[in-house]
């Protein structure tokens, strides 16, 4: 449940902090996992091999989000895996593309992922894709966990219990942008929203933070992502003459952009806001487009060390966006399949609230693993930000960063406002 009155508080984001999050699936085979910690327990209903696949975007309007998300994943696997794997087994892994909602490559390739008897779905990025294939995924008996999903749906959303997330639901991200528009000066909001679930969740989430800080949106468009243009969207905000524009997008925003500068109504002359949908660092456009473009995004600011480190995974990486959070819901997969003895989907997701709160602290997989040999209950502190699931599957505290564009289309980090959900 979303608690009414968060407690905000700025935070510096080099710490690290805590994450939950499992994903598995009932395999169906009988094995005795060799783990001290669960000599006692019933054989195994896993086959004893934790297996994860991945829903991440290769391609369509969030592909930019995929690489630092795949590496997040990847660099989780090689520190569990050197660190003695899983039940004594090392994790395997299937990638796939979750594409975006104009084509059937998520449902596509979640088939083709319960085909390979995965324990556990890391994704969809896309609140929308992930919508389109909950239901088949939970109905496997699959614990599904997105490191970036963010819409208010899934916080009510009949799971079975078997989805969880680490980014926190929009409620929190809409809070902080209305009061960082708020913050800046403007009390006349134009809001560019793509039509989803989504898009229209956050704008919603944000219109409340702004009219209940005393400003006001005075025109709210919702667009059709597939447009070949925005002229008239764009027109709309223009009309309606705000003193700040919200554009909660994805890949679109480099034909919105143009669009407003073309209009009249850029960043040089009005207060732009991005989300994390469209905060990127992979924008082509002219020198200084995008400076002084403010942008929100859930989690922390990855720390260096682990952005060398994502770097030796993957040299091209150019964002770094939801990586930590990727990392975490890999790393507590495998931990909650530790914890149980298990690596089926009703024994992971039976721990996967013990092992992100309540027990000893611990911030990596093999000082978390050394616990768990000892019998004992862990609390997972990560590296993307203090996150405790609730009953809901969601992190009852989180962080939202805030980040600014410089002259050189690139954003750096800001401040972050942290708070219980």
Do not use: H
């Not at 008239?232 to 679109?252: L, Q, R, S, Y």
């Not at 929100?296 to 600011?301: C, F």
């Not at 975490?328 to 609230?353: N, Y």
Request: with cysteine.
């Amino acid at each position: 449940m979303i608690r009414p009155n968060p407690i905000w508080r700025s935070v510096a984001m080099l710490g690290v902090a805590g994450l939950v999050l499992t994903a598995c699936g009932d395999d169906g085979d009988t094995a005795t996992p060799e783990s001290s910690a669960t000599s006692s327990q019933a054989l195994a209903k896993g086959d004893g091999e934790l297996v994860i696949g991945t829903l991440l975007p290769q391609t369509g309007s969030l592909a930019f989000l995929g690489p630092p998300e795949f590496a997040g994943v990847d660099l989780a696997i090689k520190d569990i895996n050197e660190a003695g794997g899983v039940n004594g087994k090392p994790v395997k892994k299937f990638d796939s593309d979750s594409g975006d909602t104009s084509t059937d490559t998520a449902s596509q390739s979640v088939d083709r992922l319960i085909s390979n008897n995965v324990d556990a779905i890391i994704g969809a990025a896309s609140s929308s894709v992930s919508l389109s294939v909950i239901d088949k995924i939970v109905g496997n008996g699959t614990v599904q966990v997105s490191p970036a999903n963010t819409s208010d749906e899934f916080t009510k959303y009949d799971d079975k219990g078997l989805y969880f997330r680490t980014a926190p639901p929009d409620v929190l991200q809409g809070r902080v942008l209305g009061d960082l528009i708020l913050a800046d000066g403007s009390s006349t909001v134009g809001i560019l929203a793509l039509q989803d679930s989504y898009g229209t969740g956050l704008a919603e989430s944000a219109t409340k933070s702004i009219e209940g800080g005393g400003g006001q949106v005075v025109e709210s468009v919702v667009y059709d992502p597939k447009a070949a243009s925005f002229s008239t969207e764009v027109g709309k905000i223009k009309a309606a003459d705000p003193e700040a524009i919200a554009v909660i997008a994805f890949d679109e925003t480099s034909k919105i952009v143009p669009e407003l500068v073309k209009q009249g109504i850029g960043p040089n002359t009005k207060k732009i806001y991005f989300v994390d949908g469209n905060l990127s660092n992979s924008y082509k456009f002219p020198p200084g487009t995008l400076e002084g473009v403010k942008g929100t995004l859930p989690g922390v600011s990855a720390p260096d060390e682990f952005r060398t480190q994502l770097l030796e995974v993957d040299p091209a990486l150019e964002d770094f966006s939801y990586a930590p959070e990727s990392y975490d819901a890999t790393v507590l997969v495998a931990l909650a399949a530790q914890a149980a003895g298990d690596d089926s989907g009703e024994a992971i997701g039976s721990k996967m609230v013990e092992v992100s709160k309540g027990g000893e602290k611990c911030t990596d997989f093999a000082a978390c693993l050394a616990l768990l040999e000892e019998d004992k209950d862990i609390d997972y502190d990560g590296v993307s930000g203090p996150v405790e699931f609730n009953d809901a599957g969601d992190p009852s505290e989180a962080s939202i960063g805030i980040y600014s564009y410089g002259a050189d289309n690139k954003y750096t980090f800001v401040e972050a406002k942290a708070g219980k959900i």
